[in-house]
């Protein structure tokens, strides 16, 4: 019985690593250095969450642009953080391409935003 038990816990354990994709760990990578850096350099409460929505290719050639959920008792913040390739360098702040805010857009609205203006308001 102890022999099929081992047999089976060995054959799932190669599975597991033979369905691993060896490029997801390098996105968990990206979205927890994202995560970690917020935490330190945002210095944020211990008891806000933060969740990660989405990440997808930045303006900045080589970054993502991870964007955060900080959920505290009252709100949702959304907060979109740049991250290079490699989990390495990070930015923190918002982006002007050519004027425009792309920081601000790929956050999506604040529910504070949302309250002054309604769902559709400017």
Known sequence: MLKKVMLGAATLL???LLASDPGLSQEDKIVQTAI???KTQMRVPADIEIKFVDKKESPIADFYAVKLMLSAPDRDIPVVVYVDREGERVIIG???VKGENVTQEGSGRTEAEKDRHGP???
Do not use: H, S
């Open 94 to 96: 918002n982006l002007i």
């Open 14 to 16: 190669m599975v597991t």
């Open 120 to 122: 559709d308001g400017p």
């Open 36 to 38: 970690n850096t917020v």
